[in-house]
T-cell receptor, first 113, second 111 residues
Framework: KAGVTQTPRYLIKTRGQQVTLSCSPISGHRSVSWYQQTPGQGLQFLFEYFSETQRNKGNFPGRFSGRQFSNSRSEMNVSTLELGDSALYLC????????????FGNGTRLTVT | AQSVSQHNHHVILSEAASLELGCNYSYGGTVNLFWYVQYPGQHLQLLLKYFSGDPLVKGIKGFEAEFIKSKFSFNLRKPSVQWSDTAEYFCAVWSNYQLIWGAGTKLIIKP
């Protein structure tokens, strides 16, 4: 079974721009969640989707948004980028999202200059 | 709100030494607990999980963890570490459709 695929692997953007990250979950997994990983803050939850519905959202500003498509693929969008948005963005998929182990992708490394 | 504490941010051991990484969580009710590992340059991988039943959980690569409800702890152990265990280890608890993560412990094994 193919793992979780995130594209692109690396992104360099300038302040004020917007960016879209993509995640393809493991086949059959209906839950996709997104996490931000930084050296200072560690791993922080962004949001979780199940069957195209957002079930939970972390404490991030409205500039961070996401969606899930009918095939379970998900996208995350960050608008008006700030320097502090530089991070590794991780996508994880699971069967149900509730109490089932998460399977992570390799992440997208976003650098904002 | 649920929180997870990992006591050691950096641990350095020699090969064949025994390992114990501490993890404490704050919620007193039913919990589902995980240990994940991130090897250098690789994605996060599940080491082991506890949902219910036997509080001693065995995972991959010889790791195990013990859930002690009275101490709100879920410590990770390995009797004899190898150089290839060099990685960052994260304890996490499931809460409201998200994983709440500890800060992580960077483990370095000296050959």
């Amino acid at each position: 079974k193919a793992g979780v695929t995130q594209t692109p692997r690396y992104l360099i953007k300038t302040r004020g721009q917007q960016v879209t990250l993509s995640c393809s979950p493991i086949s059959g997994h209906r839950s996709v969640s997104w996490y931000q990983q930084t050296p200072g803050q560690g791993l922080q939850f962004l949001f979780e989707y199940f069957s195209e519905t957002q079930r939970n959202k972390g404490n991030f500003p409205g500039r961070f948004s996401g969606r899930q498509f009918s095939n379970s693929r998900s996208e995350m969008n960050v608008s008006t980028l700030e320097l502090g948005d530089s991070a590794l963005y991780l996508c994880a998929s699971s069967l149900q999202g509730y109490n089932s182990p998460l399977h992570f992708g390799n992440g997208t490394r976003l650098t904002v200059t | 709100a649920q929180s997870v504490s990992q006591h050691n941010h950096h641990v350095i051991l020699s090969e064949a030494a025994s390992l114990e990484l501490g993890c404490n969580y704050s919620y007193g009710g039913t919990v589902n607990l995980f240990w994940y590992v991130q090897y250098p340059g690789q994605h996060l991988q599940l080491l082991l999980k506890y949902f219910s039943g036997d509080p001693l959980v065995k995972g991959i690569k010889g790791f195990e963890a013990e859930f002690i409800k009275s101490k709100f702890s879920f410590n990770l152990r390995k009797p004899s570490v190898q150089w290839s265990d060099t990685a960052e280890y994260f304890c996490a608890v499931w809460s409201n459709y998200q994983l709440i993560w500890g800060a992580g412990t960077k483990l370095i094994i000296k050959p």
